[in-house]
């Protein structure tokens, strides 16, 4: 179990202004921000970023999407990191995600669903590792 998560605030959170009330969110839910920027991916680091769906249907849609817009990009400290933020972002389709989270609050739908959380220790670092140097990690 690791200490550090990584998430994204995707662009249709960016776009409808929602990134304090996600950040005011997580940070009440006991999570440190260790590394945080607005950046926008290309199309070519969102195919690397995703690489891992590039044989699902839903691959090109997803990777355009996410370089269509701003994101902020961060990494999140607390204990059980990965485990409780994915609690905290709930379901991926909005619909389905818990009252109170964050996805049910601020996602569009399926597809524009506000937030990334990363789904283990080892896609954190990873995750983490893809945006930050570690000189902007504290």
């Not at 260790?34 to 690397?48: E, F, W």
Request: glycine share 6%.
């Amino acid at each position: 179990m690791s200490n550090i998560t990584f998430t994204m605030i995707k662009p249709d959170a960016v776009q409808d202004g929602h990134i304090g009330a996600i950040l005011n969110q997580i940070t009440e839910a006991g999570f440190k921000i260790k590394a945080m920027k607005l950046t926008q991916l290309t199309v070519d680091d969102a195919k690397k970023f995703y690489e891992i769906h590039a044989e699902r249907p839903f691959y090109m849609e997803l990777v355009e999407f996410m370089s269509s817009g701003p994101i902020v990009a961060a990494i999140l400290e607390k204990d059980n990191a990965v485990e409780d933020f994915r609690k905290l972002i709930g379901a991926t389709n909005p619909a389905e995600a818990a009252e109170g989270t964050i996805r049910q609050k601020f996602a569009r739908s399926i597809g524009e669903n506000a937030v990334h959380g990363s789904d283990s220790d080892e896609n954190a670092k990873i995750e983490a590792d893809f945006h930050f140097a570690g000189r902007e990690v504290f």
